[in-house]
């Protein structure tokens, strides 16, 4: 399992990091912390698109999608990538191919 990655949460715009507070209200009322979930409501299970970043605890106010909050999912996918799929010990075509 990949393990040198490192996720980072913050707002795209003014990288205000989420606190663990409840901070988001979904359509059906519910306040939760919205990263616990990966942007799904615990209450009715919508699973939101975009965040805003509340401005109360220190945020800039501005909405964005959600998954551009996660920084270094790039180098992680990377990893997975290279852990699933080794690399051959020698790159080259045999005579029969071309």
């Known amino acids: 399992m990949a393990t040198d990655s490192t996720i980072e949460i913050y ?3 003014c990288h205000w990091e989420p606190d663990g507070g409840p901070h988001w209200q979904c359509r059906c ?13 615990p209450q ?17 106010g501005v909405t964005s999608p959600h998954i551009d909050w996660y920084h ?3 180098a ?6 290279e ?4 690399a051959p010990a020698a790159v080259g075509c045999t005579p029969h191919e071309s």
């Open 83 to 86: 852990e699933a799929i080794p």
């Open 44 to 60: 009715c299970h919508y699973r939101w698109a975009v965040t805003a970043c509340p401005p109360q605890p220190g945020g800039c």
């Open 72 to 74: 270094g999912l790039e």
């Open 11 to 13: 707002c795209p715009h």
């Open 29 to 41: 009322g519910h306040v939760w912390d919205t990263f616990g979930t990966a942007g799904t409501c």
């Open 76 to 81: 992680l996918i990377e990893e997975l990538v």
